[in-house]
């Protein structure tokens, strides 16, 4: 391959990379999205389970089990969550949290905090 097909060849590899690079790094997490555009609802924490997996901050990743009404269904879903510091002492089982569900599936949720 020549010089000149080469360079071609770069500038048109450059020009489909750089907008599919920007897209994906722009582009909302699941989780953002659902906090985004989601529905508002209540839970009830009925399960943590530890991840055993911590940041440089040390918070855990813990897998958050709730149960309850939305959606005009009753439902019991998990949904992976990191814990402050703050969180610690309410986030527990048996408490309630605000929720926010996912539109076309309700049983992805992101927990927003602990309901007051």
Partial sequence: MDQ???????VALTA???PALIYFIARPSEQ??????????????????????TRHDHRPLMRIT?????????????TDRRIDDDELSSMVVGARVAIRYDR?????????????
């Fill in 66 to 78: 709730v149960e309850g009404d939305w959606n005009d269904a009753h439902h019991t879903t998990h």
């Fill in 4 to 10: 000149k097909k080469r360079a071609i060849l770069g």
């Fill in 32 to 53: 953002q999205r659902i906090t985004r555009h989601g529905l508002d609802a209540e839970a009830t924490i009925v399960r943590m389970v530890d991840q055993h997996e």
């Fill in 16 to 18: 489909i990379a750089f």
């Fill in 104 to 116: 076309e599936d309700a049983n992805t949720i992101v927990i927003l905090h602990v309901a007051e």
